[in-house]
């Protein structure tokens, strides 16, 4: 091919059809111009493009003088090393990947080794005889703590939230239990074995184990609950720990000794192992009868007990909710009798009663599998009887309505967060634990979606929920109270409940513990739109009655005449004159409403006097 020297020879060749995706997607087999746009949206284009030049008279280029020196013409500078900044980078992902995968090693296997170690100690090529003289602890989780970032390290059996100064590594190991436990507490376990197999025959033996003090230790004073659950800080100083928030269940063989030791607390742990001094300035939170929790300024080993010593534990029961208490009943009687007796005071009001976490029922959740029954449509609201003589009509306004916003974190998935069963699980508990209506709770926003950049724990995502104050403008109640519901545990075990009910309940969810950190509430208003009913006007009367009724007739005739007279003379005489008949009553205004009784009143008693002439007659 030759080189085209006009516009006309360049573009007379290497036209095609394109699709109207452009260049990724050439028609080669559509080889005209009317059988490409035969087609919509094709287009027949060339592919290359003519650039003319032209012929001018030569220019020569402006110079420019420099003199010459001989220095050195680059500089040395800093700069950035590309290479180091991915090393760097390679290395952050790949500690994550392994804090990971050494956990799940730790969880699986870390119990196994100490249990190796002390048997290889004992048993074998040269045996030992003071293997077993300190206690064993068993390593299950190690995780890295971020500076001002506090972070939870779940364990079988135990919880921990810690916060540390600086960057640095946090293990958390256990000393079992039954290391510590006697006799009659290995039994009682075994019984409890038995028991769970449905072996109904050690029943009554293990309700007899049952009322002894398991695990007491006399001479200490104290009876032990449960694990020991040691927290390390690989570094210390600047990154010592701010505090250690630790709940640790209770074993499932002992039954607290309340009478002989009253207090719940922690007891110090010593280095090898054994139980040390009880910390009587620690508060202990019992949740649910079976996890005691207290908050620690240092790391250490921290065991569960009941002792005489201490503070008295804050015990966290949920119980019904019940009404505000109404007023004492009056002292004197009513003048009228009462339907019914007057009302009893009610308790004060208390928290709505949950189930404990462990009789809820966990599922693996798949997002969008549950759905809720079909509400019923609603009734309208009743209304008032309209009076009499007014007129009414319906209006439309915009009200400013005050609301707390408040994000709490739950471990979810932004999936499992965004289904509406999970949604209205999340809502309705939330309302419950405040004791509000459930359309006075909505989900503002989840995750990222909320444009926070607060950090949180990987595996929990914020649920920003908004609560409305109702008739009471002070927000301020109403943060105390989500606070408080938030810290004692009330929110997260009617959601978990709520979820149960709703059948979206996660493990992660029901694994998590109750007790919240104090959050941070945000006072707000939102503008809602409501219906009212308005009175316009007053309707006008009706129109006037009839004319009056007519005057009553007129009152009857007098009484009638004397009696006759006597034997008729020997001459005819004229006939008696009779008796002049009475006036009648005259009518119309001057007779009065009670004209006619008394007309008759006086003739029955005319009429009462004359009978007895008229008989003798």
């Known amino acids: 091919m030759k080189k085209a020297k006009t516009a006309e020879q360049c573009l ?19 080889t005209t111009k009317e059988s490409c746009e035969a087609c919509p949206g094709n287009t027949w284009r060339n592919s290359h493009s003519w650039t003319g030049g032209r012929y001018g008279k030569g220019t020569m280029r402006p110079l420019k003088w420099t003199e010459r020196k001989f220095v050195a013409k680059n500089t040395w500078g800093p700069t950035l090393d590309w290479n180091k900044l991915m090393t760097v980078l390679d290395d952050v992902m790949g500690a994550m990947f392994a804090s990971n995968f050494k956990s799940r090693d730790l969880c699986e296997m870390g119990p196994v080794i100490p249990v190796l ?28 703590v971020f500076e001002g970032s506090p972070a939870k390290i779940k364990t079988n059996g135990a919880t921990v939230l810690v916060e540390s100064g600086g960057d640095t590594t946090i293990s958390v190991s256990k000393v079992p239990y039954l290391q510590f436990a006697t006799a009659a507490s290995t039994a009682t376990a075994r ?22 003090c398991s695990s007491e230790m006399p001479g200490r004073n104290l009876q032990l609950l449960g694990p020991g659950i040691t927290v390390e800080s690989k570094n210390t100083g600047r990154a010592a720990v701010s505090y250690v928030y630790l ?12 009478e002989k030791y009253p207090n719940a607390g922690f007891a110090q742990g010593n280095a090898d192992g054994t139980i040390g001094d009880v910390l009587t300035t620690i508060e202990v939170k019992i949740q649910q009868e079976v996890q005691y929790c207290g908050n620690f300024s240092t790391t250490g080993t921290f065991y569960p007990v009941m002792s005489k010593d201490g503070k008295a534990a804050v015990e966290e029961v949920f119980v019904e909710q019940t009404a505000r208490p109404t007023g004492a009943p009056t ?46 449509a609603p009734t309208p609201h009743p209304t008032p009887a309209p009076e009499v003589g007014k007129v009414y009509k319906t209006v439309t306004k915009q009200v400013v309505q005050p609301v707390v916003v408040v994000p709490i974190s739950f471990p979810l998935s932004k999936e499992e967060a ?49 609560v409305e104050a109702g008739e009471d403008t002070d927000t301020t109640k109403l943060a105390a109270t989500i606070d408080e519901a938030a810290t004692s545990g009330h ?55 009839g004319a009056p009724t007519g005057a009553p007739t007129g009152a009857p005739t007098g009484a009638p005449t004397g009696a006759p007279t006597g034997a008729p003379t020997s001459a005819p005489t004229n006939l008696p004159t009779p008796a002049a008949t009475p006036a009648a009553t ?14 008759s009143v006086m003739l029955t008693v005319v009429c009462m006097l004359l009978v007895p002439a008229w008989m003798l007659a």
């Open 418 to 466: 965004q289904d509406p069963v999970m949604q209205k699980s999340l809502t309705d508990g939330m309302a419950d634990s405040l004791g509000v209506d459930k359309d006075k709770v909505s989900i503002s926003c989840i995750g990222d979606e909320c444009g926070t950049s607060r950090r949180r724990l990987a595996d929990d995502i914020a649920i920003t929920f908004k």
């Open 117 to 144: 170690k002390k048997l290889a100690c004992a048993c074998g090529a040269d045996p030992k005889g003071n293997c077993f003289a300190s206690k064993m602890s068993l390593k299950e989780a190690e995780q890295p």
């Open 12 to 30: 007379g060749h290497s036209s095609y059809c394109f699709s109207e995706n452009g260049d990724w997607e050439l028609l080669a087999g559509l």
């Open 331 to 376: 002292k004197s009687p009513t003048s009228a009798p009462t339907y019914s007796p007057t009302k009893s005071p009610t308790p004060a009001p208390t928290y709505r009663p949950t189930r404990s976490a462990a009789s809820l029922v966990a599922k693996v959740f798949v997002a969008g599998a549950v759905t809720l029954l079909p509400t019923a």
């Open 247 to 258: 709940c640790v269940n209770k074993h499932p063989t002992v039954t607290p000794c309340k």
């Open 191 to 212: 019984k409890l074995k038995l028991r769970n197999g449905h072996d109904h025959g050690s029943q009554r033996e293990l309700a007899d184990s049952a009322t002894t």
């Open 586 to 599: 005259p009518a119309g205004d001057d007779v009065s409403a009670a004209s006619g009784p008394h007309a």
């Open 491 to 545: 929110i997260v075990a009617n959601v978990q409940e709520q979820a149960a009910s709703n059948g979206v309940l996660t493990p992660s969810m029901k694994a998590m513990p109750r007790a919240l950190p104090k959050p941070v509430t945000k006072a707000e208003t939102v503008t809602k739109t409501v219906t009212v009913v308005e009175v316009v006007t007053a309707a006008p009367t009706g129109a006037p009655t």
